[in-house]
């Protein structure tokens, strides 16, 4: 993967996570291929550069031990912490940080692709409630690690000599199944550059979305579908949007039905997480 392209969206995903959850501090790394490793590169809320470009190995401190065991691992407070190895704490006291909760990005089924953390500065749970704002995140941001990982595969394999190609000659004819999966990762991503690269794979404009073999726009929000949307990226329930906007909670469902068949998302949720990823609320 381009470490410039993985970078990016991996400070998006940071950025996003400390908006969901109300945190200060973030940082994350993308696994290496020997799965025994990551580089610390994309931060947000730090005051100093201990923690840039960091190499934290498997088993050692909260976020190795998320790698070693491919799942979150936490402390409450970090100085005091037993369980962990101390050999990160010369990059983590400069930061001054308390409590950190580190969760593995990964698709189900599949091994992570990075490390990300959640940090702040004195004691905090991290609660059910924590966990359940951070889910839709991290999916997400797996989801657009995972296209960037499936488009570099595609493009640096050779084509086959016994595959066809299409009239240009340029590019394989995918399977049916790539195909409707690329195009499923094609919807859960926003990074432009990655969307046009499997535009150009699937044979499709970049505003098309193969799904299941079926192609679909998605059109421009109405007002009432933004207002719904931006009500559900602040946490409100549909009662709650109805009160605040003078709508039946049934009126509020039919907006968000069609908000979230515009912007491909599976949930109301995820529906808030992407019109904010499109700078639409």
Known sequence: MSRATTTAALN???????????LSVGFAGLIGQDRRSFVISALRGTRTGSLANLTVRAGEGVGGKTLAMGRPASVADYRSARGITRRY????????????????VGLPGREPLAVLYLAERTRT???????????????ALAHELHVEA?????TATPPDPGVAVGAAGAEPVL?????????????TTTDPQVRERLARLL??????????GRDRTAGPLTPRELDVVRGAADGCSNAEIA???GLTEGTVKSYMKGAMAKLGAENRVRAGLLARRHGLI
Do not use: C, I, K, W
């Open 12 to 22: 998006r995903g940071v950025g996003e996570a400390l908006r969901q959850t109300g």
């Open 89 to 104: 704490d010369g990059s983590v006291s400069p930061e001054e940080l308390v409590s950190v909760l580190s969760v593995p």
């Open 125 to 139: 749970d991290f609660g059910t409630v924590l966990a359940q704002r951070l889910r839709p995140v991290v999916t």
């Open 150 to 154: 499936e488009v570099a595969r595609r």
């Open 175 to 187: 399977d049916p199944g790539l195909r409707a999966e690329l195009g499923d990762l094609m919807a």
């Open 203 to 212: 044979g499709t404009g970049a505003g098309a979305v193969e799904d299941g």
């Open 243 to 245: 009160r605040r906007l």
